[in-house]
């Protein structure tokens, strides 16, 4: 049955646990316009903000040094936003819509975006001079001096996010720190540059007790999907959950046949 066919509520996952591959995105740029649109009009936002054209490194021979830059902070961030906000396009194309979004580290910014918080505008902003500080010579460097260097790149971070015009969320946005929705709170600068351990047990744990019962991580990877077993009930033997990751299961996404995967892979 299609996905949006399925018991229970569905979460869009925004996941940001690593790097893209080089590559990532590519089947899904060739087999349909509107990622391809969505993902050019994503890395024209966002190249003026960087060293080299987004998709030159995103798509770049795997090993090469255009590759490698994937591995740099200031690249990975961009191409990850990129991404998910692509991926996002094109699941609403399909009619897949999500009832509840979680956005992780790099993945919230792409998440509040989802959640109406900022414009696409205001996040490409935010994203961008993020990753232009990160790469800059203020950036981060090794040992004791890349922590001072950080906390300055995130006072300068916030002095952008100052100047943005959040609006509270248009669709429910839990976040990875409080593991509790998000409100007025997204008009703080410093509620998206917070550092703290993230929760997302807890944060499944209430999407769950919500009736979040399909689970769809957008991102480079399902790095958040294989979590889900070791957080719920339902991912064992006889559960009632699916978790689906649109790097690896955007076939059965789109063609919504009968019987789709209804576990977590491990």
């Known amino acids: 049955m299609p996905i949006e066919a399925r018991k229970g509520r569905i979460a869009f996952l925004f996941s ?3 790097a893209p591959r080089p590559g990532t995105g590519r089947e899904l740029r060739d087999a349909f316009p509107v990622f391809a649109d969505a ?6 936002r966002l190249d003026p903000y960087l060293e080299l054209p987004l998709k030159s490194v995103l798509f770049a021979d795997d090993g090469t040094r ?4 994937l591995e740099r902070e200031s690249f990975a961030g961009p191409a990850v936003f990129a991404l998910q906000v692509a991926q996002y396009r094109l699941l609403r194309s399909w009619g897949v819509l999500p009832d509840v979004v979680f956005g992780q580290a790099a993945g919230r910014m792409a998440a ?3 959640a109406g918080v900022f414009s696409l505008a205001d996040a490409c902003h935010a994203v961008g001079t993020l990753a232009r500080l990160l790469g800059g010579p203020a950036g981060p460097k090794p040992h004791s001096a890349g922590t001072v260097r950080l906390d300055g790149v995130l006072d300068a971070y916030g002095r952008t996010l100052a100047t943005l015009h959040p609006c509270a969320p248009r669709l429910p946005l839990v976040s990875d720190i409080t593991a509790r929705p998000v409100g007025t709170e997204t008009a ?10 993230l929760r997302f047990a807890e944060a499944a ?10 689970w769809l991580e957008l991102g480079p990877g399902d790095r958040l999907t294989r ?3 070791e957080c719920l009930p339902d991912f064992r033997p006889g559960g009632t959950a699916s978790a689906f990751a649109l790097s690896r299961d955007w ?4 063609s919504g046949p009968a019987a789709g995967p209804s576990q977590a892979h491990p």
């Open 16 to 18: 940001a646990a690593t």
């Open 39 to 44: 993902l050019d009009d994503l890395c024209g």
């Open 66 to 69: 255009m590759a490698a830059l």
């Open 112 to 114: 509040a975006y989802a």
């Open 188 to 197: 703080e600068p410093e509620f998206w540059v917070r550092r703290a351990p």
């Open 205 to 214: 744990g209430l999407l769950h007790r919500d009736g979040v019962r399909t």
């Open 227 to 229: 979590l889900l077993p």
């Open 251 to 254: 076939a059965v996404l789109r």
